[in-house]
């Protein structure tokens, strides 16, 4: 029997916006347990939100990109559940008039295309955290309560986790390029929950769980896998699926039951009566889409067409806004596109691997890069120097100009010192010479190497290699 397997996702996205959905409180990650509260937060008796005007407009840039559907007339609701970390009781969410509808993102797996189909996007409030500790006890965060939140929903439209894993990192993309979020996954600030089911090729959809607690793209993918082949075998040995929420355990690698799947009626969804619905006119989506910044996909073509990088110079550079960011600062202090190219797809890559970095987390200062790049590219230093200064600048944050002052990495273009180097290690290396004088080749990188070894590794290649070649005819 073969089986298919049917998945749809529920992104959550934290807005990048100073202060929450409803009221003034920061709305930044962290901070002391419980102190960034107010009553509307907690929804105190006579309290009222007011509905933060930027997460309108960070919906609407991302309807406009994935070519939803922006609703003139929207509207919240309350979605009413008990659990601790939500002292309302209710979440303020959209479920009858969400603010985007349709909508498409395309992803691209091994050359083919596929378009995955937007249910919609809504607008909704972010619970608190639960906070347990190594002593059998449970605290309560609430911090977090009233943060603004999109969910992004998908029509079921994959088939793999392969699929999944594409269009997350797409839409990751999309995200953080816009700038209305900064998708930390280890902050919360972007969650997928995983609707599953497997049926017979070409048959009824089957019963759905749904998967929580995916704090990562490798935890997603595994947590897929596992799913799919649970419901295989229960259905194989003639039991049957329950509609249920799962919880991951990404430790061992195995999912387990939450609860029982609710529906909609469950929650008991009415109107919030404490939020007029909102009206977003014409002429207000078109202020924000001439707003829109640069995306991914077309910095990726300014670059190859502009700078003359090659694609796959351009794709390592935009594959994050902090990188692509990164670049174009250093670009703009050094006035040399190409050379900065290659320092972030060479150096700053391997530092970042070499510390275990991540692109979200990165935190060098461009300009200083950027004086190093014109150093180089002017003469001044070579290669050697230069590459020991980035990884200076990137790991102790030193003054580039000073470094090189002290550690004496300055360029030697002296041509009676590069003379006499070449001579004294022709000395040296008879036996070297000799080899080069009878056709091998590989004798002369030696050679090359002893002689800037002798210089301090500061001498100007290009003099000791003209020097050297002139000695050794």
């Known amino acids: ?17 100073e202060s929450k959905i409803f009221c003034g409180c920061s709305a930044k990650f962290g901070g002391e347990p419980n102190t960034r509260l107010c009553p509307i937060c907690t929804a105190m008796p006579g ?34 559940y008990f659990y601790p970390d939500l002292p309302k009781a209710y979440q303020i969410s959209q479920l009858y008039a969400p603010i985007l509808r349709g909508g498409q993102l395309e992803i691209d797996l091994d050359g083919q295309k596929k378009a995955v189909r937007l249910r919609e996007i809504h607008i909704e409030e972010d619970a608190g955290k639960l906070l347990h500790s190594g002593f059998g006890e449970t605290h309560m965060d609430f911090n977090r309560c009233g943060v603004p939140l999109l969910e992004i929903v998908s029509e079921p439209d994959f088939s793999s986790g392969d699929e999944v894993l594409l269009y997350l990192e797409k839409l990751r993309e999309i995200l953080l390029y816009l700038g209305i979020s900064d998708c930390k996954m280890q902050e919360g600030s972007l969650r997928a929950d995983v609707n599953i089911s497997v049926r017979q090729i070409g048959g009824e959809l089957g019963v759905r769980t749904e998967m929580k607690n995916l704090n990562s793209f490798k935890a997603i993918s595994r947590a897929i896998e596992y799913e799919a082949d649970r419901q295989i075998g229960i259905l194989e040995s003639g039991g049957k699926i329950a509609q249920e929420t799962l919880r991951w355990d990404d430790d061992i690698g195995e999912s387990y039951s939450m609860r029982s799947k609710e529906n909609a009626q469950d929650y008991r969804y009415f109107p919030e009566p404490d939020l007029l619905p909102i009206n977003i006119s014409e002429e207000w989506i078109s202020e924000i889409r001439k707003d829109l910044p640069e995306l991914a996909h077309q910095k990726r073509e300014r670059y190859i067409s502009e700078y003359k990088l090659s694609e796959f110079e351009a794709s390592v550079i935009t594959g994050h806004k902090n990188i692509s960011d990164l670049y174009e600062n250093i670009s703009a202090h050094s006035n040399a596109p190409l050379e900065s190219a290659r320092l972030i797809t060479g150096e700053v890559m391997r530092l970042m691997n070499q510390t275990n970095t991540l692109p979200e987390e990165l935190s060098v200062d461009a300009q200083k890069l950027g004086t190093l790049v014109t150093l180089v590219t002017d ?14 600048v990137f790991t102790e944050d030193v003054d580039p100009e000073d470094y090189i002052s002290k550690n004496g990495l300055m360029m030697q273009n002296d041509s009676a010192a590069v003379k006499e180097a070449v001579s004294v290690i022709m000395a040296e290396q008879a036996s070297a010479v000799s080899d080069y ?37």
Not at 49 to 67: D, F, H, S
Not at 380 to 387: D, F, Q, T, V
Not at 437 to 451: D, I, N, P, Y
Request: proline share 2%.
């Open 1 to 17: 029997m073969k089986w298919e397997t049917v998945i749809g996702l529920e992104v959550h996205t934290e807005l990048l916006t």
């Open 47 to 80: 309290s009222l939100p007011v509905l933060n005007k930027r997460v309108l407009e960070y919906a609407m840039r991302l309807g406009i990109v994935l070519g939803c559907t922006i609703s003139k007339s929207s509207k919240f609701d309350r979605k009413n």
């Open 379 to 392: 003469g001044k230093i070579n290669r050697g120097a230069y590459k020991q200064a980035v990884e200076a």
């Open 437 to 473: 004088r009878s056709g091998k080749e590989k004798a002369f990188g030696f050679l090359m190497g002893q002689v800037m070894k002798k210089l301090g590794g500061t001498a100007n290649p290009e003099a000791v290699k003209e020097m050297l070649k002139k000695e050794l005819s």
